[in-house]
């Protein structure tokens, strides 16, 4: 279960993954409940300096609330030191049987294209 989290300026969004093992058919569930995704804010994706440029630290992407939750065979290490990016890319076989359950949760700022015009 995971609970009260706050996301900002989600650039690929919040995910939730399970690695199952070799327990491949049990029932599994995560659920994402009380929890406030937001899209926009008031932190810019492409900041100005004094002289009117941005510096190379510019990152325009679509923003995402939520990925699809997953769950595989393998699966990576939560707080690893050194670990395959990004996490939402995991290349082992599926498992079976994973619900997903959403409970309660709030989507603010998001819109069809972001400050800085990215779909």
């Not at 810019?44 to 595989?72: H, M, R, V, W």
């Not at 599926?94 to 359950?101: E, F, K, Q």
Request: hydrophobic share 30%; glycine share 6%.
């Amino acid at each position: 279960m995971i609970t009260d989290v706050n996301t900002l300026d989600n650039f690929e969004g919040f995910t939730a993954n399970l690695a199952s093992g070799t327990d491949e058919y049990t029932d599994f569930v995560i659920e994402i409940s009380d929890s406030n995704f937001y899209g926009e804010s008031d932190i810019k994706d492409c900041p100005i300096n004094s002289q009117g440029e941005t510096n190379g630290f510019c990152y325009k992407s679509t923003k995402y609330a939520l990925i699809n939750a997953q769950i595989t065979k393998n699966g990576k290490p939560v707080h690893a030191v050194v670990c395959d990016m990004p996490f939402y890319k995991e290349w082992s076989p599926a498992s079976w049987n994973l619900r997903t359950l959403y409970y309660n949760n709030k989507f603010m700022y998001f819109s069809p294209r972001t400050r800085e015009g990215k779909i």
